[in-house]
Nanobody
Framework: QVQLVESGGGLVQAGGSLRLSCAAS????????MHWFRQAPGKEREFVAA????????AYADSVKGRFTISRDNAKNTVYLQMNSLKPEDTAVYYC????????????????WGKGTLVTVSS
């Protein structure tokens, strides 16, 4: 089992920044590719960013590319999402997901999920 706990969400004005953290415990963190997904009210959960187990490979949704940066610290069992130039359309609950092996954009194959952290961007 892997337990994931997100933090860092909050209310921010458009153009502002937030950094989300996802702390993992349980099995070896470095065995897992880590992901961020988000879900806005009434919408399906969508891929935001992913990072390989080593941190050497990353991927982003087109909607956040150039504004968001995913990173991980395997010594601290933590993955981060730095979000800059936030827009009202970034408002959502952000979830951290873990999957063994290679990362994916498909939320339905995540092995473990956190409970999410709410990000609200005001215009």
């Amino acid at each position: 089992q892997v337990q994931l706990v997100e933090s860092g969400g909050g209310l921010v004005q458009a153009g502002g920044s937030l950094r989300l953290s996802c702390a993992a415990s349980g099995r070896t963190f470095s065995n897992y590719a880590m992901h961020w997904f988000r879900q806005a009210p009434g919408k399906e959960r969508e891929f935001v960013a992913a990072i390989s187990w080593s941190g050497g490979i990353t991927a982003y949704a087109d909607s956040v590319k150039g504004r968001f940066t995913i990173s991980r610290d395997n010594a601290k069992n933590t993955v981060y999402l730095q979000m800059n130039s936030l827009k009202p359309e970034d408002t959502a609950v952000y979830y951290c997901g873990a999957k063994g092996g290679v990362f994916t954009r498909a939320y339905y194959v995540m092995e473990y999920w956190g409970k999410g952290t709410l990000v609200t961007v005001s215009s």
